[in-house]
């Protein structure tokens, strides 16, 4: 599950110096579905905003993943008093938690590289290593090449809290690090391959459960769906980022009938795989096809 603010930027009135309206959203990644919704008041920040969204939600037996504006203590507790595991981005809002965590687990990488590398020469002189030893960092590493793009993530895991301050942050007992390496494919006018230099990030997280490498690039992973699958739908298809209405509550009420709509064609299996171009296409053309979900297909299954 996954927790964003998104930016309804044509609903700011900037004529009387308004600010930009922001909602809070709850995405379930494994079904699709957004299942919350709340609007920040124009004094406060997502931070407020957080913890007001939770108090709605069953969380119980959840794992939530939210960008670095929730990595709260509040947030923290609220989370695992609602029966939920959390997965938190950090940044510099955090800045002794985030020294902490990236100078532990940049020293445990060295570690492991170095003892890899006298594991390699000993294996290329003939010893037999008997007792593997017992790393407790956990690496994964996927590869992609598409959109004239390559992509290569490599994630750590370190099972380990001794590094943090357990006055300040007791609820956390595994930490994270993300490494993306991107590099644009770019072609000369006769189509050669131009060489470019990838650029690097570095994410760090901490978490409230232990996992392995692949499980922790499950939710790191995940949580950009919101983005990909949820906010960009909505702007791309909805005109959501386009919309001016601001009086009263019609901003998050247009908005609210924009995720019930797009929750609906995510319930539907007769238009499953399809694009959202050709749903709304579709049920333009087939209005009962609309009222078949409504009222008979999605009761039935729900």
């Known amino acids: 599950m996954s927790i964003d603010g998104k930016a309804v930027r044509a609903a700011c009135d900037k004529v009387h110096g308004g600010k930009v309206p922001i909602l809070i959203n709850t995405y379930v990644v494994d079904m699709g579905l957004c299942i919350g919704q709340i609007r920040i008041d124009d004094k406060t920040n997502e931070i407020k905003g957080i913890p007001e969204m939770l108090e709605w939600l069953d969380l119980g037996g959840a794992v939530v993943s939210i960008d670095a504006i929730g990595c709260q203590k509040e947030i923290a507790e609220l ?66 090449c598409d ?8 994630y750590y895991v370190l099972n380990d809290n001794s590094c943090i301050n357990p006055e300040e942050w007791a609820l956390i007992k595994s930490m994270g ?53 949820l906010h960009w739908v909505l702007d791309d298809f909805f005109r959501e980022d386009r919309c001016t209405a601001r009086a009263g509550g019609s901003t998050e009420n247009l908005a609210l009938m924009r995720k019930i709509v ?41």
């Open 79 to 144: 989370l695992i008093q609602k029966g939920a595991d959390f997965v938190l981005q950090l940044k510099e809002n955090q800045p002794t938690l985030l020294d902490d965590v990236s100078l532990e687990m940049q020293t445990r990488i060295n570690e492991k590289a170095a003892y890899d590398e006298r594991e390699k020469k000993l294996k290329g002189k003939g010893f037999k290593i008997e007792a593997p030893k017992n790393e407790p960092i956990d690496v994964f590493e996927t590869f992609e």
């Open 147 to 154: 959109h004239s793009r390559i992509e290569r993530r490599t």
């Open 262 to 302: 797009f929750n609906l064609t995510k319930l539907d299996e007769n238009v499953k795989g399809k694009s959202m171009k050709w749903k709304q296409g579709y049920y333009r053309s087939h209005p009962a096809a609309v009222l078949d979900l409504i009222f008979r297909e999605i009761p039935s299954k729900y």
């Open 177 to 229: 690090l993300v490494i993306r390496e991107r590099l644009a494919i770019q072609r000369d006018s006769e189509g050669e391959i131009i060489e470019g230099n990838p650029s690097v990030e570095h994410a760090f997280y901490v978490m409230s459960k232990t996992m392995n490498a692949e499980e922790f690039a499950s939710y790191a992973r995940g949580h950009w769906k919101i983005e990909n699958s």
